[in-house]
């Protein structure tokens, strides 16, 4: 399953990092991609991952979903 989400704020290589570091750590996730550029992240999982996960493991992160 594919779910893409735009997270603002991340302006380097480590805001990247962090951000795919919490998706990844998240039940189910088996790949998490970041485009920097346009604050895209792809993420790749087994099944579904629910939208409060993703949510809060970006917050761990540090940022926010762009639009909330």
């Not at 962090?18 to 895209?40: C, H, I, K, N």
């Not at 790749?44 to 809060?56: G, K, M």
């Amino acid at each position: 399953m594919t779910t893409s989400i735009t997270v603002a704020g991340m302006t380097c290589g480590h805001c990247a990092s962090s951000v795919r570091e919490e998706l990844g750590e998240v039940p189910g996730v088996t790949e998490v991609d970041v485009d920097l550029a346009t604050g895209t992240v792809t993420i790749l999982s087994e099944a579904p991952v629910a939208d409060a996960l993703i949510r809060t493991a970006v917050e761990d992160a540090g940022y926010q979903l762009a639009g909330q």
